[in-house]
């Protein structure tokens, strides 16, 4: 044996030594999902940081202060995803890696700093809570004309009526894209988190994700050449580390801006609410009680339901951290929705109390790339959820037409959720009136906006 040969050995039999405690989880497999809080308890007694031996191998942190001690070492960790292989060749934040068909960054949420912390600092004027509360008048608008929609049939699907759509116009309004879009991408972002590429549906959702791209680009050309205001503006317009980001790059951040705010929130208002079906007695208390529970109830169901079940990471130089030895170039996961259940800091775990105290959950990440979009989520959950309570207060849901995803190890997500309610009036005009008024409004009052420049909240009468 040549001394390279035996060093590969040597490493061989160093790295099946400090993979230690060693588990064998396939987040992606059903059992993943079904035998999700007996794996938590499992693992949170027995080996909150562990080696798992799937999808080429990774560690996997379980525990919640496991993770609070990792998820914030930026000093070694990277989230950097190297396409061309010109850096040290890290595959970003998904695990497993992405496959041939991804060849872009997923935005700033696959880079380090500075680049990433110079898009925080041009977006955060658009997102902060200031800048929400501009917006809050314009998203109660299309929730009431979501459930106008279907407040006098008794019949409603709060995934495909409400949840889905609600998200998305709000997210196109602050990206400064015409409104009525709205559905070019809303089912191809759900539906490609969903959708596995052996399905015999993925040739039809790979065609709807070429359209929206094609949007995309000729959005994008199209604000750098007409600029109205909103993220697509300040994303064509800014300085990164002293570089204009070219058109891929733009899309990658797109795309993470469209994701972040399609999907998780759809998620979260979906499953509170077939929870609030299965619970009417809770249901009638935050109702009746929300000035003082909403707030907390908000954060309990972000604990409980997880939508972003975690995220992965490379390990950017040696480093020994609460005794585990992890390597440059070693993968990790963050699991968020374990660490959401550790007995440890959470009293009964596995049980939703509306009322829970000093919830220190990381449902929206932990450290320099905790989500950005929060202030948004929370408000436009906040709105769906109350208007359901005030306008469907019966509402039951369809334990048989609830479908939820196959595969939730990624994006904990509902594909439908039928319910009935008491039929009742409504209160205004239908959605595509409702999504044409918006955009005069948008554009007559300028909402897209940056908050250093527009501090008033949108104003709807005429
Ligand atoms: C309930 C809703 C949401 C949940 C649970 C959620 C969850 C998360 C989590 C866990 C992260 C951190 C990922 C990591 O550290 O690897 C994150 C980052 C991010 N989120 Fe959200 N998110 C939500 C809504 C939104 C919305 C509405 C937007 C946009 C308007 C958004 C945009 C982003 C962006 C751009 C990042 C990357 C931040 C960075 O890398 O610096 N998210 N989100």
């Avoid at 993770?67 to 998904?94: C, H, M, P, T």
């Avoid at 000035?291 to 997880?306: G, I, M, N």
């Avoid at 440059?328 to 440890?344: C, I, P, V």
Wanted: net charge negative; hydrophobic share 35%.
């Amino acid at each position: 044996m040549d001394t390279e040969e035996s060093r590969t050995e040597e490493n061989r039999a160093g790295d099946a030594e400090r993979r230690k405690p060693a588990i064998s989880l396939d987040r992606l497999s059903s059992r993943y999902r079904l035998e999700f809080e007996e794996l938590s308890t499992e693992f949170h007694g027995k080996c909150p940081v562990a080696w798992n031996d799937t999808h080429g191998g990774y560690w996997f942190t379980s525990g919640h202060k496991e993770l609070f001690d990792l998820a914030r070492r930026a000093d070694v960790l990277s989230n950097d995803f190297d396409v061309e292989g010109v850096r040290r060749g890290y595959q970003g934040i998904s695990i497993p890696s992405p496959t041939g068909e991804r060849r872009f960054r997923g935005g700033f949420l696959e880079m380090d700093p500075p680049e990433q912390r110079y898009y925080r600092q041009a977006l955060n004027p658009y997102l902060s809570p200031a800048a929400v509360q501009g917006w809050k008048p314009v998203i109660e608008e299309i929730t009431r004309a979501c459930l106008d929609e279907k407040i006098e049939s008794g019949r409603i699907d709060f995934v495909d009526d409400l949840a889905n759509i609600v998200p998305a116009v709000l997210t196109l309004a602050l990206l400064g894209m015409p409104l009525k879009d709205w559905d070019v991408y809303c089912e191809p972002i759900h539906a490609m988190v969903y959708t596995p590429m052996d399905s015999p549906l993925y040739e039809r959702v790979r065609e709807l994700q070429m359209t929206m791209g094609v949007h995309m680009m000729e959005t994008i050309n199209g604000i750098r050449n007409n600029p109205r205001p909103g993220l697509i503006d300040e994303l064509v317009t800014c300085e990164i580390n002293g570089y204009r980001p070219d058109d891929m790059e733009i899309f990658g951040v797109l795309l993470l801006l469209i994701g972040g705010g399609f999907d998780t929130t759809t998620a979260l208002t979906a499953h509170s609410l077939e929870w609030l079906s299965e619970h009417p007695d809770q249901r009638e208390r935050l109702s009746r009680e929300r000035e003082t529970l909403l707030d907390s109830a908000t954060e309990e169901f972000l604990r409980f339901y997880t939508p972003a079940q975690g995220d992965g990471r490379t390990i950017s130089q040696d480093c020994v951290i609460n005794g585990t030895e992890f390597k440059e170039g070693d993968r990790l996961w963050l699991s968020w929705a374990m660490a959401n259940r550790d007995e440890k800091v959470f009293e009964d775990p596995h049980t939703i109390h509306l009322d829970r105290k000093g919830n220190r959950h990381n449902s929206f990440g932990l450290g320099i790339h905790r989500c950005i979009g929060s202030n948004v989520a929370r408000a436009t959950f906040k709105i769906m959820l109350t208007q359901v309570l005030d306008r469907m207060p019966d509402f039951v849901c369809d334990p048989a037409g609830a479908v939820h995803y196959d595969t939730t190890g990624v994006i904990n997500g509902m594909k439908h959720l039928p319910a009935t309610f008491t039929p009742g009036k409504r209160l205004g005009a239908g959605l595509d009136e409702t999504i044409a008024k918006m955009q005069r409004v948008c554009d007559e009052q300028r909402l897209a906006e940056p908050v250093t420049v527009r501090k008033a909240r949108a104003k709807l009468d005429d």
